[in-house]
């Protein structure tokens, strides 16, 4: 994956997070899904690409 990837999946996830379409009408469950994904998903992303920031991908989809 190259960092135009993980830029595109971060975007897609802050908007996600952003979005007043949820299923999850309460608000810090709705933030505890999203960060969860999140985590584990850099996880994942940490073990395709070793050079993979994992706080700077956590910051860009939790941007507000």
Not at 38 to 61: E, G
């Amino acid at each position: 994956m190259s960092r135009k990837d993980y830029i595109l999946i971060a975007n897609t996830i802050n908007e996600t997070l952003k979005s007043n379409n949820s299923l999850i009408t309460n608000q810090d469950d709705k933030f505890n899904a999203i960060e969860s994904i999140v985590f584990n998903l850099s996880k994942s992303l940490k073990i395709d690409n070793k050079a993979f920031n994992r706080q700077r991908f956590y910051d860009a989809c939790m941007k507000s």
